[in-house]
């Protein structure tokens, strides 16, 4: 039996890509892109190997299907844009044209050694989204420690609250329900003593959380070399990664102010666009798009799925971006989200901001 929220996972993605089929089937994926644009969301970006089958997955694509991607928005007359560009042109009444850009999360490293040399033979330009306190080494990636861990051990245990439980990892399915798990853990508790916890797990276990950054991520030099690349930008995406909706106003502002001076102090110049993390409804919401204009900002983005329209221009702090999931990794299926219609039937039209 599949426990509740590992079958919901399950159920949407089912849905997700019966979908995606039926319209690129229909012949309505070949409609023009009825927004003034779409923003990808990419993190690892690495060739395919049978170990990277794991709970995160979806957050990895090969370097092949990036190249697809490209060619595909180029091949239904799509025109790439650097991001901070993006609000001037869709405000622009005499310009006609549709748009993409892309943006990578979190700074990992094959973003430099697979993603950057796609762009640089497209001449597209990209957007590195920098969690600062990765770069700098103070701040694990709970997700990274826990799927290191499922990938090491046949059992876990953890006190999720309620007494401490053996949680096996032994299959492919107790792997996704075990990160099920822990998502929803570090969702519904205080989210720094969930993730603290966590990091005493993989400490307990042999496995040092800031190593494993280190080895996943490029620190401030590297992202220093990267944003000479005509092409690349760096944008801010909070010190911690800590979902902005659950801390209050000054940990808010803390978070956004000081990774925007940190990716400054990298890059030399002050950061354009953030990126809120997670990105999901629940992950941001009014508050975090205020607070991000405060700021500064004349771009942020969420993770919130959607086509970018023209009125989106009102509120260029809570655009949508599109995630290229690596469940779906089909030239069909990214044709099928630019015709808007999987966000029509999911209830996400294309004038909503992101």
């Known amino acids: 039996m599949i426990p509740g929220i590992t079958f919901k996972r399950f159920m949407r993605h089912t849905l997700i890509r019966t979908g995606l089929e039926a319209i690129a089937l229909s012949g309505l994926s070949r409609r023009r892109l009825p927004g003034g644009a779409i923003i990808f969301t990419l993190h690892h970006v690495r060739p395919d ?114 007494g401490p ?15 099920d798990r822990f998502s929803k853990f570090v969702q519904t508790s205080d989210e720094d003593a969930a993730v603290r916890q966590i990091d005493k797990l993989a400490t307990g276990l042999g496995l040092d959380p800031l190593d494993l950054v280190s080895r996943l991520t490029m620190n401030e030099k590297e992202l220093a070399v990267l944003a000479t690349d005509p092409l690349a930008s760096l944008g801010a995406h909070t010190v911690s990664h800590v979902n902005l909706t659950r801390v209050g106003e000054d940990r808010l502002r803390q978070e956004i102010v000081e990774s925007t001076r940190a990716v400054e102090t990298i890059s030399g ?54 995630s290229l999931n690596g469940d779906y990794q089909k030239a069909r299926y990214v044709r099928a989200l630019l015709s808007g219609i999987p966000f029509k039937l999911a209830g996400q039209p294309a004038a909503r901001p992101a």
């Open 49 to 162: 190997r049978p170990e990277l089958s794991k709970p995160n997955r979806l957050l990895s694509v090969t370097p092949a299907f990036l190249d697809e991607t490209i060619r595909t928005c180029r091949d239904l007359g799509l025109l790439p844009i650097p991001l901070e560009k993006l609000p001037a042109r869709l405000c622009d009444p005499a310009d006609e044209n549709r748009y993409f850009a892309f943006t990578l999360d979190d700074g990992y490293r094959n973003n430099a050694e697979f993603a950057a040399p796609v762009f640089r033979r497209h001449g597209v330009p990209y957007t590195i989204f920098v969690t600062s306190g990765f770069a700098a080494r103070t701040h694990s990636i709970w997700w990274e420690t826990v799927e290191a861990l499922l990938s090491r051990h046949e059992e876990i245990e953890f006190d999720f609250g309620s």
């Open 165 to 179: 439980c053996t949680i096996p990892t032994r299959t492919a399915l107790q792997k996704t329900v075990a990160i």
């Open 269 to 322: 110049k002050k950061p354009q666009s953030f990126a809120y993390p997670y990105g999901f409804a629940e992950a941001v919401g009014e508050r975090e798009f205020a607070a991000a204009l405060e700021a500064g900002y004349e771009i942020a983005v969420t993770n919130r799925p959607g086509l970018i329209s023209r009125e989106c221009t009102k509120k260029p702090t809570s655009f949508n971006r599109v």
